[in-house]
C-alpha cells in the first residue's frame, strides 16, 4: 500500500483547509485510517482516526474543528479542517493500520505542510 497525500498549504487562522490521502493498493473496510500531525520540535501525535467508514475519533485538540471521512470506493481518507489555529501548523501525515489476527501492518504516506499564520 502506498499513500499519497495532498491538500496542504498556507491558511489564514480561521481558515479552512482539506486534506486527502490517496492509497494505492488494496484497503479494505476493516483498515483503520487515520491522519497524524507533527509540529517543529513536538512529536508525532494522532489527529483522527475512521474505521469502516463511520467509527471516527478525534484528539481533543481538534474536536469540533475537524472531520474525518473515508472513500472506500476510491481509496481515499480525507481532513476537512475548520477554524484553523496557529497550533494547527504542522506536517500532516496519513495512516493505514492493518490487522491481520495478532499481526498489526502499518502504512505511512509522505507528509503534507500545513501553515497557520497571518
Known amino acids: 500500500v502506498q499513500l499519497q497525500a495532498s491538500g496542504g498549504g498556507l491558511v489564514q487562522p480561521g481558515g479552512s483547509l482539506r486534506l486527502s490521502c490517496a492509497a494505492s493498493?488494496?484497503?479494505?473496510?476493516?483498515?483503520?485510517m487515520d491522519w497524524y500531525r507533527q509540529a517543529p520540535g513536538k512529536q508525532r501525535e494522532l489527529v483522527a482516526t475512521?474505521?469502516?467508514?463511520?467509527?471516527?475519533d478525534y484528539a481533543d485538540s481538534v474536536k469540533g474543528r475537524f472531520t474525518i471521512s473515508r472513500d472506500n470506493a476510491r481509496k481515499t481518507v480525507y481532513l476537512q479542517m475548520n477554524s484553523l489555529k496557529p497550533e494547527d501548523t504542522a506536517v500532516y501525515y496519513c495512516?493505514?493500520?492493518?490487522?491481520?489476527?495478532?499481526?498489526?501492518?502499518?502504512?505511512w504516506g509522505q507528509g503534507t505542510l500545513v501553515t497557520v499564520s497571518s
Open positions: 495512516h493505514v493500520r492493518r490487522t491481520l489476527g495478532l499481526i498489526t501492518v502499518d502504512y
Open positions: 493498493g488494496v484497503i479494505f473496510s476493516a483498515d483503520a
Open positions: 475512521i474505521i469502516s467508514g463511520s467509527n471516527t
